[in-house]
């Protein structure tokens, strides 16, 4: 109330200041004409009189002077006419008995023999009187005097003054009617509602995010105090699920968890991460703005929840259009920042060579058992060493002032990485995570800079791999190419004096608590899938996740059932990626061709089998999609671990979804309750697809009830857990920063 009446009283100083001068300056001009006006009149109308009066005064004359108080004397005008002692000859009726006020006017004129003017009040009225001197041979003989009534002056003033009073009557109720609105709809509620809302988390009452405040009136205060209040809000909700989590005696790894397990394993230690795609991208909307687009990629997925549990700093690559225009340092999640995003800025030559060339055409290729032919150029491998040595430089510079850094790097982008880093700063720990397969020795050997890449990687303490097999394939192939031991009783490899430790570490996803959605069938509803089956499938198009497959056992399991046609909808979230590979572009058309010929052929009128949908999808969308969905088709043909069939799982509420694996995804060695395919073979697929939809629904529930268990006890943050465990386990040379 006393903000209100402070600002009210403001408003109306403000008022009252404003209305008021600007009124007093209209009076002041306006009188100021008026008086020169006044002062004009009176000197013409008094040298007229004076010229018809001089030369009856002059003879002495005593009649004559009416003729001239008729002619010049009107209602608003009184003349009067004096000798030389000031005695009135002749005055018109209105002033004649009341002539006394002006006498000293006339005396100084007479005496003075000049003419004076001056406001006075004669018979009651205001009047503006000019007297000027009769004169005979230069001297004075008597005076003529005009009074124009000036009564109409301080009349207008009045009404001025009375205008102004009601025009800052009305402005101030006006005013007060409009700030105690404003005050109220953007101050009072949504501040009542934040203290309700902090009411209720003092009471321990579960609550949500707290209300969105103005942040356009309250600026950067409202947004630390929203973001404190988020961060309040999350920790309390860590807290009790902790503590839900300790009733049950269950041990499941949580964000608060994590966070503590870090800090405990690495105190103060900085965490840094590396990895080529960022977490978020700027981008031209097309409307003249710019919006943050998380990208299709299971790293971030997997990555994100940990920096926001832990903080740090994630070095990636700019990839946005907009991302020059949004900073190369940035906080993210926006608008409460966690951790730093530091961008670093590639050439069209070194993303073509590096990113698109040796990594995604020779690297790619050569780990995914796809029978696609690795592409290795020279031209590519000079970027990708190069590439590789720009962001080991802009993580040194932002490890500048740590002491004893911790570095996560990520993926196949990176082999050259590690071996940098360390070089420069033997005191940091360095986890290199491969998210890819690692082939066999005798495929991996087809790489010409296959020493290269072994000794760049093995510049880490840690290399992890989704499975032991693929760390075994790692093992096996150094021992079988380049100098150093393996020793595989403890999974390391000996160079020197420096340990390299291979562990598998399953990735994961992290729990779903988002909002609650509808149900299913609503759900469905609401998405404009009327059939009675909804399946789905997310994927970047890429040749490594058997999208053609995928649709050929659709088209075999429409026609070796076709009562299920018109009831059963496959949606296919695509997005493109690496669009600029021309392998990638074939398949991007191949599978367009793919989904128009099935449609073709099996649609009928207002259903679809497969409704595809190509283009980019938020994680919020693609929830609906999960959540909707009676099934998930995973069909990857080689998979370091593939986190959709995990997302499908962690997205479900109840236990009647059912997922399709292909059983060469990392992920099928963990969810075995999955119903596991060979995606290369078409009869198997479809049958699964059958089998899944007409299971006995039990089994179907006790199977999604099993991996759901599983993927919520083993997630993300369990993966980071044991990562770092692990890194905070290799024994370190306490070592002097050099
Ligand atoms: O699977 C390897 C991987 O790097 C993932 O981590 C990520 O989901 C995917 O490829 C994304 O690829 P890109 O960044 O090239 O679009």
Redesign the pocket.
Known sequence: MRFFLRLLGALWLATFVVSGGFAWYERHSERTKQIEDLHRRAALAADAVREASERLVARGARTGYEKVLNRFGRQDRAIAIFDAFGSVIEASAEVRRSIGPISPLVTEAIQRNQATRAFATVNGRTRFVHVVPLQQDDGPIGAAAVLLDAEYLDTAEWDLWQRTAVRIGVLTLLLTGITWLVVRWSVTRPMARIAEWTRQLKSGKPVTLPPQADVSLFGPLATEVTGLARTLARARLAAAEEARLRLAGESLWTEERLKQFIEIRFGERPMYVVS??EPVSHVYDGRGGIAEVR?A???VTALEPIMLACGGVWVAHGSGSADRVAGERIGLPTPDPAYSLRRVWLSEQEETGYYYGFA?EGLWPLCHIVHERPQFRADDWEQYRAVNGRFAATLLEEMEKAEHPVVLAQ?YHFALLPQLVKQNRPDARVALFW??PWPNFEAFGICPWQDEILLGMLGADLIGFHTQFHCNNFLETVERTIEGRVDWENFTVVRGQHRTWVRPFPISVAPDDAEPLPARAALRAELGIGTEWLGIGVE?VDYTKGLPERIRALRRFFERWPEFRRRVTFVQIASL??SRIPRYRALQEEVREAVRSINEEFGERGWLPIVYRERHHDHAEIRRYYRAADFCMVTSLHD?MNLVAKEYVAAQDDDEGSLILSRFTGASRELRDAWLVNPYDMEDMAAAIHDALTADPDDRRSRMSRLRSHVREYNIYGWAGMLAAELARIPQPSLQRG
């Open positions: 080529n795609r990208p990629s299971g790293l995604n993926d998210h890819i970047r990626s690496r370091g």
